[in-house]
């Protein structure tokens, strides 16, 4: 079974640039997350997409982050502009149904300079 | 204070030992309870998954979830070069799916 996959695995950008990360998730799975991990720290959940509505996106910075899941299936996370302090590994993870085990990417890893 | 408590180590042992992770939460809706390994430039892999308080084994890892006290332990028994990882836990409840993390312990383990 092919896990969930994620592009790009590193960006470089500076501040104030726009930048988009995209994630396939293990097919069949129709709740979708997007963490975020600062070096350090455990994964922080942005948003949580069942199918490709919005559960939970209370922690996502909602002036400049945005996410969809359009046809319920590939998601895309943007930030626009990003800051100094968005640095860090987006991970996105996907499950059968809420509340089921959740099955993590490899991350993309965001420098912002 | 955070929601989840962590010491993030580093912790070292030499192989063949028990290791001892730990994590307390303030939380009382969280039901659920994860312990993720992370390596490095990973993504984080399921360990072991528990609901209830007790214990849960897994070949050489047993999970244990005190929830009157709010502490949860991972234990990894015959402890091997390979276990050496950041390992997370993970909690959710209360009507909401997405995972709290600790920040991660990073455990070594000396041949």
């Known amino acids: 079974e092919a896990g969930v996959a994620q592009s790009p695995r590193y960006k470089i950008i500076e501040k104030r640039q726009s930048v988009a990360f995209w994630c396939n998730p293990i097919?069949?799975?129709?709740?979708l997350y997007w963490y975020q991990q600062i070096l350090g720290q455990g994964p922080k959940l942005l948003i949580q997409f069942q199918n490709n509505g919005v559960v939970d996106d209370s922690q996502l910075p909602k002036d400049r982050f945005s996410a969809e899941r359009l046809k319920g299936v590939d998601s895309t996370l943007k930030i626009q502009p990003a800051k100094l302090e968005d640095s860090a590994v987006y991970l996105c993870?996907?499950?059968?149904?809420?509340?089921?085990?959740?099955?993590f990417g490899p991350g993309t890893r965001l420098l912002v300079l | 204070q955070k929601e989840v408590e962590q010491d993030p180590g580093p912790l070292s042992v030499p192989e063949g030992a028990i290791v001892s992770l730990n994590c307390t939460y303030s939380n009382s809706a969280f039901q659920y309870f994860m312990w993720y390994r992370q390596y490095s430039r990973k993504g984080p892999e399921l360990l072991m998954y528990t609901y209830s308080s007790g214990n849960k084994e897994d070949g050489r890892f047993t999970a244990q979830v005190d929830k009157s006290s709010k502490y949860i332990s991972l234990f990894i028994r015959d402890s091997q070069p390979s276990d050496s990882a950041t390992y997370l836990c993970a909690m959710c409840g209360g009507g909401a799916d997405g995972l709290t993390f600790g920040k991660g312990t990073h455990l070594i383990i000396q041949p």
């Open positions: 097919s069949g799975h129709a709740t």
């Open positions: 993870a996907s499950s059968l149904a809420q509340r089921e085990t959740q099955y």
